[in-house]
C-alpha cells in the first residue's frame, strides 16, 4: 500500500490556508455554528489538500478546491453525524475533483498545472529532490488512469479505505469497487514496468 505520508500532504497547508477568512465568509444561508465549521477545517484540511492532489486537482487549484467542498460542508454540515465527517468530505471531494478535471480538459490547462507539492522544510536537500521525485512519478502514474479508476485507487492504496468503505462514499457496489482496484493496480503496475524500462534504456 501507498502511504498518505509517503505521498504527501502538504506540510504546513494548514497554517496557509485562510481558516479564519472561510469561516468569517461562509454564504449567509449556512446555518452550521461557526465553531464546528472552524474545527472542521482545522482537522481535516491536510488529508483533504492530499486527498484532492492526488484525485487529480492541480497545485495551484487545490486551496480553491478545498474551500469548495468546506463550503458544501458547512453547508449540510447539520446532516452529517457527528464523527462521519470524512466520509461526507469523501464523497465531496470525489465530485468536486471530477468536476475540476472536466472543467481543466475544456481548457487544455492539465500539463500547464502538473506542478510539484512542495518538500518539507525539515529535508535535507538531497531528501527534498527524492520526495518531489517521488511526487511527480505518482502524479505521472495516476494521471495515466481512468478517471473511475484513479479515484478508487486514491481511496484505497492511497488513503487506506476498505471496499465497502470506497462503495458507500462513491455510491457503487464493493464489487465494482473490487473490479475497478484490480484494473487499477494492474494498469498502475503495467506503466511503471513501462517507465523503469525506458529508465534503464536511457542510462
Known amino acids: 500500500m501507498i502511504g498518505p505520508r ?14 479564519d477568512q472561510l469561516v468569517t465568509e461562509l454564504p449567509a444561508d449556512v446555518t452550521t455554528p461557526r465553531e464546528r465549521a472552524r474545527a472542521l477545517v482545522n482537522e481535516h484540511i491536510d488529508f483533504l489538500w492530499r486527498l484532492l492532489r492526488r484525485l487529480g486537482v492541480p497545485e495551484a487549484d487545490v486551496d480553491d478546491a478545498a474551500q469548495q467542498v468546506f463550503i458544501v460542508a458547512t453547508r449540510r454540515l447539520a446532516e452529517v453525524a457527528p464523527g462521519s465527517e470524512r466520509t461526507f468530505l469523501y464523497g465531496t471531494a470525489l465530485r468536486t475533483a471530477a468536476t475540476i478535471r472536466r472543467t481543466l480538459r475544456r481548457r487544455q490547462r492539465w500539463l500547464e498545472h502538473a506542478t510539484l507539492e512542495a518538500a518539507s522544510p525539515d529535508h535535507t536537500p538531497h531528501e ?15 494521471n ?33 469497487v473490487a473490479s475497478r482496484l484490480r484494473r487499477a493496480r494492474q494498469a498502475f503496475a ?14
Request: glycine share 6%; net charge negative; with cysteine.
Open 128 to 142: 527534498a529532490l527524492e520526495h518531489r521525485q517521488a511526487l511527480a512519478l505518482l502524479d505521472q502514474m495516476l
Open 144 to 176: 495515466g488512469l481512468d478517471d473511475e479508476l484513479r479515484e478508487v485507487f486514491v481511496l484505497c492504496e492511497i488513503e487506506d479505505l476498505s471496499a465497502p468503505q470506497v462503495a458507500a462514499i462513491a455510491k457503487i457496489p464493493v464489487g465494482t
Open 6 to 19: 509517503a505521498f504527501g500532504n502538504h506540510l504546513g497547508v494548514a497554517d496557509s490556508f485562510a481558516l
Open 190 to 203: 503495467t506503466r511503471l514496468a513501462r517507465l523503469k524500462a525506458q529508465e534503464a534504456k536511457a542510462r
